[in-house]
């Protein structure tokens, strides 16, 4: 689907007031995050490929490092504060969930999950939304647990965390101390993304790349 | 998370932070552990703080203990949802039943001033016939205080939080003005204005804790949207920029970064709090101790602090600690506009709906609910669509760019006590060396009848202005209630009216625990006027040499 | 009959004081209708209405004398209508918002008052206009005595007071000095209203009238204390400019005392004569 924002990047905000300075040092350290020394090689690979299938990143938009930021926190073996009776912490449910997740592609597909086409890997995501899954490891670690507690909400939550993919939906993006003027339907403030409409006056990338 | 506080508690040495000031300071009187203090209070949200400035306020000698940090908020808190996990209780918790409860930024707050360093700011009353709905209404347990005078309560807290509310209110007996006007409308507010007229149902501005005008020191509100994760401007009255500032003046003090992991008791009568600070563990004399919480770590510590003189915990005889969990229902319907709507402007909930809190008819199920405008942020949009509607790959990506024209609508509902429902301690400990809860929850027919009806109507209220690709999120709870409940008998309840143990008399639970039903709106305004009431009674006794 | 000393002073003072009125709007609904992103093209129109009147008024309060021109009737004329249809508008974008002509609406909708200032800045503008050119009446109404233009002026005080009282009403009156407004012009107001009736011009309406003048420069310092106290302050102007108190609305209170003391200047001549 086209770029419904061109042009529009939140990170032509980073010196103006929408930004302080604690969500530049945040964001500038997120931007530079890169993959920590944890899990195995083939583990990672995995990973990668899973974050890849479930947020396939937008063409002409700058790259996110989803797999990073979540190895990062698998690192850290960071919760979110509560974990459902049947799964271990972090950092074991995403080996154990990993491990499945690969003998799933090989049983099904005869290769390793990183090396799977994208109809492959997604057939293989599928099975394990659908709790329709085969391999055995999978008695480690609930799939349908591991689907809604740790493969969705950690690979959303790494993604959606960095300015690349704000821009591309058209959030505003940080704002503070400068917030919002005009609240109402149909308003944009100046620092606000343009979306694409074809009856615009001014196009959406000749405003976007005004956006300060 | 860059910042933990990594240089240990802010608030030492006769000063806490300045919260209006980029790296300010405030004197605050201090106390030493083997002073014994007329209160101890185990957390500084909305329960905690609020009673620590009302009882230092009435002169007492007061120590309030939170676990979290000591935030500035202009210069600690970020535009950034990731980095404000800070401001959440995510120490490991196991949960577990037929629909367990998301907990960490869903509920918990673990800062000075609580949970309401990230609520959304939502300040409704809870309906009069809600405080009895056994007498009146037929279902659940009655409160032990009347709704007047919870209402007269209510305009205390208004009044200290600057609510700004609208002119008129539609439901319920009249109330005085709100101290300040209410916020203009965002267009996902109107959106819910547009629908309720349409199908004949009254609507209103939400009264909200966040300022429409200065106040003292803080700004008004610039509608930057991020309230939920924390007020970088200190529009939002959360109890640390409103209750604290006042109770530091007062003479409280609050022990930032201070873990509270046992209630010493002798002969009957709790002595004190062992906490942790700094690496080790202290003891701190008092003549009373509040527990507040919140409805996880209240019982948690109650039950932790069992002894040989109370082998099942403290205050609990009746064996309802932990017991009777409310969590309230957080149902949505969603949908698309052709508008651009941009909901991430402006507090989430500008416009609310109590119709169904005050309407009892027409329902197959007990209890009220009332629905407000929604704006979430991307990562917790992303986390909606993917754990509520299975989006995922190019479909999830399409989905998040259309952000700018989703509606929603969200719930509040009232879910009724269920003993089954609880709190309980397992064996796993923490980086404390305390035992980490267990929290059981399943929904009751009562729930998913209410649920269907209240996500039918908000859909039905989308489609009236024409939303289409209209979808109903069904996985959502919010807030805690009920694991120390009060009541009339001690032998059906933990405290009574004045929050106080049935088994210890200095022995105190002030926060939402407390509540024996919620009602179909946001809590905090209720624990907070409870914590007003709460104060004032101990003043009396005190005076009356009943403590 | 010649222009007495008098009649020239009060001419200068009541096309300055429709002059303060069109800046006062330009500034306004410049700012207002930039916030509204122009979503309306006639949007433009007050603005280059006022800026016309600010022209015509500046120059006939330098030069109290006509040319026998027209271009400043169809100015003011214009300006006039303008503020008829503007309040149209206002009341139209108010009552279509759901909830009516509540006050939320009030508060945040379209100003409903704030067209009327471009209509009395057209008003009075026309009558120092006509006073140039040594008329006596407008219609049936005697220009000289100052009692109509009195009247004017005591109207759009009220009216500027109402508007005040509103948002400041929004503002919750958090500072004491938001009384100021709703207070000392009224009275201000009212004094000048007996002068009409009872056609005679009193010293304390003088004092009043200018307290009120004074009230209205005082006002912008106020208003711009509080974009200050807003997050970001003045460096933060893009949000704070249009979410703030708005800056130029109370020069408006100075532009209709300005315009009373004129409109004293004749009635105190008128009885001077009588």
């Known amino acids: 689907m086209a770029d419904r924002f061109p042009d529009y990047d939140v990170l032509a905000k980073r010196d103006s007031l929408s930004w302080n300075d604690k969500t530049r040092a945040v964001v500038d350290a997120r931007i530079a995050t890169s993959e920590p020394d944890v899990l195995s090689e083939p583990e990672r690979a995995v990973l990668r490929r899973l974050v890849d299938r479930i947020v396939p990143q937008p063409e002409g938009r700058a790259p996110v490092n989803a797999a990073a930021l979540l190895l990062e926190k698998i690192a850290a073996d960071r919760g979110d504060g509560y974990r459902h009776a049947r799964l271990p912490k972090v950092r074991e449910a995403w080996e154990r969930g990993l491990a499945a997740i690969d003998t799933e592609a090989r049983e099904r597909h005869g290769t390793g999950f990183a090396a799977l086409d994208n109809r492959q890997a997604d057939s293989v995501i599928q099975a394990i939304q659908q709790g329709d899954v085969c391999a055995a490891q999978w008695e480690a670690i609930p799939a349908d647990l591991f689907w809604s507690y740790r493969i969705l909400p950690d690979i959303v939550s790494a993604y959606y965390a960095h300015p690349s993919a704000w821009s591309a939906m058209g959030f505003g993006g940080p704002a503070s101390p400068r917030g919002y003027v005009r609240l109402e339907t149909n308003r944009r403030d100046s620092w606000e993304a343009a979306e694409r409409a074809p009856d615009a006056v001014v196009p959406a990338s000749e405003r976007n790349r005004h956006v300060r | 998370m860059s910042d933990k506080q990594s240089d240990g508690p802010r608030a030492t040495g006769g000063r806490a932070p300045d919260v209006f000031t980029p790296g300010g300071w405030v004197p605050m009187r201090s106390h030493e552990d083997s002073e014994e203090v007329d209160f101890v209070i185990v957390g500084t949200g909305a329960g905690g703080g609020t009673l620590a400035c009302k009882l230092a306020e009435s002169g007492f000698s007061v120590v309030a203990m939170d676990a979290g940090p000591y935030w500035r908020p202009l210069e600690d808190f970020a535009s950034d949802e990731t980095e404000q996990q800070k401001l959440y209780w995510t120490d490991e918790r196991i949960v577990d039943g037929e629909n367990p409860i998301a907990m960490g930024s869903n509920n918990s707050g673990k800062s000075v001033g609580g949970s309401t360093v990230h609520f959304a700011m939502v300040s409704l009353r809870m309906r009069p016939e809600h405080f009895a709905t056994r007498s009146k209404l037929g279902y659940g347990v009655d409160w032990p205080i009347g709704w007047e005078e919870m209402w007269r309560y209510y305009a205390e807290v208004e009044q200290a939080l600057k609510i700004a509310g609208p002119v008129r209110y539609p439901w319920g007996p009249k109330r005085g003005r709100y101290p300040m006007r209410a916020h203009p409308m965002n267009a996902a507010a109107n959106y819910l204005a547009r629908g309720a007229e349409a199908l004949g149902v009254d609507w209103t501005q939400t009264p909200v804790a966040t300022l429409s005008a200065p106040h003292g020191k803080a700004h008004p509100c610039v509608y930057r949207g991020f309230c939920a994760i924390g007020c970088s401007t200190n529009a939002k009255q959360s109890v640390l920029v409103s209750w604290l500032p006042r109770a530091l003046k007062a003479g409280a003090e609050i022990r930032d970064l201070a873990m509270v992991g046992r209630i010493e008791t002798v002969n009957g009568r709790c002595t004190g709090v062992h906490y942790h600070r700094e690496g080790e563990w202290h003891f701190q004399r008092a003549r009373n101790v509040v527990v507040a919480g919140y409805a996880i770590e209240t019982p948690r510590l109650l039950l932790n602090s069992a002894n040989a003189e109370f082998p099942d915990g403290l205050a609990n005889s009746s064996g309802l600690v932990g017991r009777n969990l409310m969590v309230q229902l957080n149902q949505a319907a969603w949908g698309h506009v052709e508008d651009d709507v941009r909901s991430y402007k402006g507090p989430p909930s500008l416009a609310v709906c109590e119709h169904w809190n005050y309407e009892d008819r027409g329902k197959d199920y007990a209890g009220g609910w009332s629905y407000m405008s929604q704006g979430p942020l991307p990562i917790s949009w992303a986390k909606t669509l993917a754990g509520g509607r299975g989006l995922w790959g190019q479909a999830l990506i399409d989905e998040m760019a259309r952000n700018n024209h989703t509606v929603g609508l969200k719930m509040v509902g009232e879910v009724l006590p269920d003993a089954r429902n609880r709190v309980t301690l397992t064996d796993e400990t923490d980086q404390y060396g305390l035992r980490i809860p267990r929290i059981t929850f399943a929904y009751s027919d009562n729930d998913r009848a209410m649920m269907a009806h209240a996500t039918d109507f908000m859909d039905r209220s989308l489609e009236a202005t024409g939303a289409t690709d209209r979808w109903k999120e069904m996985g959502d709870t919010a807030h805690l209630n009920g694991t120390a409940r009060m009541g009339h008998d001690r032998r059906t309840s933990v405290v009574d009216a004045d929050c106080r143990s049935w088994d210890i008399p200095n022995l105190w639970v002030c926060d939402g625990s407390v509540f024996p039903t919620v009602g179909g709106v946001n809590p905090s305004l209720t624990i907070q006027a409870i914590a007003c009431r709460t104060a004032d009674r101990i003043r009396t006794m005190a005076a009356q040499g009943e403590l | ?274």
């Open chain 3, 1 to 274: 009959m010649a222009a007495s000393h008098a009649d020239i002073v009060a001419t200068r003072l009541i096309a300055g004081g429709a002059a303060a009125l069109a800046f006062s709007v330009f500034a306004d609904s410049g700012l207002e209708h930039y916030r509204g992103s122009f979503a309306n093209p006639t949007m433009v129109l007050p603005i280059g209405s006022a800026v016309l009147g600010l022209t015509m008024n500046g120059r006939r309060s330098a030069k109290p004398e006509s040319s026998g021109s027209e271009v400043p009737t169809i100015s003011h004329v214009g300006s006039a209508a303008i503020g008829v249809i503007g309040l149209g508008f206002h009341a139209y974008n108010i009552l279509k918002r759901p909830g009516g002509a509540s006050f939320n609406n009030l508060f945040y909708g379209a100003p409903a008052g704030a067209p009327a200032t471009l209509i009395l800045s057209g008003m009075l503008g026309g009558i120092a206009d006509r006073m140039a050119k040594g008329e006596e009446t407008i219609a049936t109404l005697g220009l000289r005595s100052g009692r109509m233009v009195a009247g004017v002026v005591s109207i759009g005080i009220l009216g500027s007071v109402a508007e005040a009282g509103l948002l400041h009403f929004r503002g919750a009156y958090h500072d004491p000095f938001m009384w100021l407004p709703v207070t000392l012009p009224p009275v201000a107001a009212l004094s000048l209203a007996r002068d009409v009736v009872s056609d005679e011009a009193h010293s304390i309406t003088t004092g009043l009238l200018a307290a009120t003048a004074a009230l209205g420069l005082i006002g912008v310092g106020f208003h711009a204390y509080g974009v200050a106290r807003n997050m970001g302050g003045f460096r933060n102007w893009r949000q704070n400019i249009l979410a703030g108190p708005p800056l130029p609305a109370p020069p408006a209170f100075t532009g209709l005392a300005i315009a009373g003391l004129g409109a004293l200047l004749l009635m105190k001549k008128g009885s001077r004569r009588g």
